[in-house]
Nanobody, 120 residues
Framework: QVQLVESGGGLVQAGGSLRLSCAASGRSLNSYAMGWFRQAPGKEREFVAA????????NYADSVKGRFSISRDGAKRTMYLQMNSLRPEDTAVYYCNRVNFGDETPVWSWGQGTQVTVSS
């Protein structure tokens, strides 16, 4: 079992930056790809970014390419999402999860997420 805890959300003005963290406890993540998803009010949850834990290969949704960057720290068992040039449409609850790398589908159940609000 792996437990994931998201943090780092908040209120930011458009054009600003935030860094989200996803701390993992439990079994090793070495066999997995991990990713970020988000759900805006009234919308379906959508894929944002993914990273393979060992090789660091990444994949991004088109809507965040060039603005967001996913990374991980194996020693800290923590994944990050650096979000720059934030837009009001990035407002959502952000979740981390294990992901099937390539089709970007989530694997585990969802945690509580962290709220990101971008004001215009």
């Amino acid at each position: 079992q792996v437990q994931l805890v998201e943090s780092g959300g908040g209120l930011v003005q458009a054009g600003g930056s935030l860094r989200l963290s996803c701390a993992a406890s439990g079994r090793s993540l070495n066999s997995y790809a991990m990713g970020w998803f988000r759900q805006a009010p009234g919308k379906e949850r959508e894929f944002v970014a993914a990273i393979t834990w060992i090789t660091g290969s990444t994949n991004y949704a088109d809507s965040v390419k060039g603005r967001f960057s996913i990374s991980r720290d194996g020693a800290k068992r923590t994944m990050y999402l650096q979000m720059n040039s934030l837009r009001p449409e990035d407002t959502a609850v952000y979740y981390c999860n294990r992901v099937n790398f390539g089709d970007e589908t989530p694997v585990w159940s969802w945690g509580q997420g962290t709220q990101v609000t971008v004001s215009s």
